[in-house]
């Protein structure tokens, strides 16, 4: 660690926040960070831990619009609007249309990768740290698929992912089931993204808090930002709790909560909660153990081998923030896991075994990284979406390179947190 830069305040707990803390840190800042619940649960707990640079396609793409609407009849189904009189949602949604289209695709793609990438590789330096051990395991990501209609888009995409310069293998059903020799793969074929990883989400946050603490970074929890003082072009101080925190640089994450934040500051930032579920399984015979994380396409579903059990997740519901568990789409995901692995017979699932979280998803499909342009102590790192995880250490690392007016390592111009300011 180097001298001290200055003081820098995080807003947020979750794995933006954290990572920045890591990085300011290493940076030589000393960090404070304010939360406004404890520090046991958010979005990057529950989640499915995948790392995805084979994730280079922003939600706002081709065909979604069409497959969303036919999924909304379906009370099962893995993606949902909720029909709703707000400005915001019909304002996010009128930004979600005129993104999803091929020119947006080409245009983000290599942006995203390149993020992705550079966080993939983070990630391998954290965790070679003696404080870490989070189960990280970059041995790939498998896309599954049962029906021709996917393996045709999925081998087009997997093409375009080669044409990117990302490690790949198309599989047929004989391929992935030699990848997993220990449970039935009910499916056609696969690709094995062999640039992606997993890793167990909630053990990195417990470690990332420990290491912290350990390294003098101040938390105050159950501290809710309420007001954000500006005045010259300048945040002058940040309100939690009736008291007044100030400090030389200011980090703004907070996750799906990021629009009511930056609004305090004057800031206009689009996002909609789009909220998933995830339980834990542990299989009953010990015999079928799992190597890599998986998706099941034609169902969404993510699978993760985390901890010596299996964690499911799913589902996309967007919609405004509210804690009620859909046990509906609770079953969706249940019903399809053994349509693909038939050794993993599921029971129906209790609603206190169901985890949820709020992706904080941008219309365009992008996230917001950059120094803010209206407050020049600001700098914003969110709108993760449905790769928040994935990309916590390059957003981490950015915020640092950007207090200390480094160029940023990655290009995050495509990022700028005020482009629909
Ligand atoms: C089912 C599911 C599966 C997923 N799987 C993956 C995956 O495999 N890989 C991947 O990369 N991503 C995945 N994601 C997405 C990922 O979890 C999120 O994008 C990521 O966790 C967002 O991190 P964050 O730090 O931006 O937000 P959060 O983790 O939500 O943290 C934001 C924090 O800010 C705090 N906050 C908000 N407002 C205030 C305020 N006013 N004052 C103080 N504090 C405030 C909140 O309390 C919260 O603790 C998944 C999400 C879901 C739901």
Not at 281 to 308: D, I, K, Q, S
Not at 309 to 334: C, P, W, Y
């Amino acid at each position: 660690m180097t001298q001290n830069k200055g003081k820098a305040l995080i807003i947020g707990a979750g794995i933006a926040g954290l990572s920045s803390a890591y990085y300011l840190l290493q940076q030589g800042w000393s960090v404070e960070i304010l939360e406004q619940n404890d520090l046991s649960n958010n979005c990057s707990y529950g989640n499915a831990g995948m790392i995805v640079p084979s994730h280079f396609t922003p939600l706002a793409a081709p065909g979604v619009v069409a497959q969303g609407i036919r999924w909304m009849f379906d009370s099962k189904s893995p993606f949902y609007v909720k029909p709703s009189l707000s400005t915001d949602l019909f304002s996010w949604g009128i930004k979600f249309l005129k993104h999803s289209n091929q020119k947006h695709v080409d245009r983000s793609a290599s942006a995203i990768r390149d993020l992705n990438l550079a966080s993939s590789l983070l990630y391998n330096e954290i965790a070679a740290k003696d404080e870490f051990n989070f189960e990280l395991n970059q041995n790939g990501i498998l896309m599954l698929y049962k029906t021709e209609k996917v393996r045709e888009e999925e081998t087009e995409l997997a093409h375009k992912a080669v044409s990117l310069g990302l490690s790949v293998d198309i599989l047929d059903q004989k391929g992935i089931q030699e990848l997993e020799p220990n449970i039935r793969m009910d499916v056609i074929g696969g690709i094995n993204y062999k640039c992606d990883g997993h890793m167990n989400p909630m053990k990195l946050m417990k470690q990332m808090i420990s290491y912290l603490k350990n390294n003098g970074v101040v938390f105050y929890t159950h501290h809710k930002v309420t007001g954000i003082e500006t005045s010259e072009s300048t945040i002058k101080a940040v309100i939690a709790n009736d008291k007044k925190f100030t400090a030389d640089c200011f980090v703004m994450t907070g996750g799906s909560f990021l629009p009511e934040l930056a609004q305090k500051a004057g800031i206009k930032i689009q996002l909609m909660p789009g909220k998933g579920y995830s339980f834990m399984h542990t299989p009953e015979n010990p015999v079928n153990t799992m190597n890599h994380a998986a998706l099941l396409l034609e169902a969404r579903v993510a699978v993760t081998p985390m901890n010596g059990q299996i964690r499911f997740g799913g589902t996309m519901e967007l919609a405004s923030h509210h804690d009620k568990i859909n046990m509906k789409r609770v079953e969706g995901i249940v019903r399809s896991i053994p349509q693909y692995l038939p050794d993993f017979q599921m029971h129906y699932k209790k609603e206190s075994e169901i985890w949820f979280g709020y992706r904080p998803c941008a219309p365009d499909g992008l996230p917001y990284l950059g120094q803010s342009s209206q407050l020049k102590n600001l700098i914003i790192a969110g709108g993760g979406g449905m790769m928040g995880l994935s990309l916590g250490p390059i957003f981490g690392k950015t915020v640092s390179e950007l207090a200390n007016s480094q160029k940023p390592t990655v290009e995050i111009k495509i990022f700028n947190p005020e482009r629909f300011s």
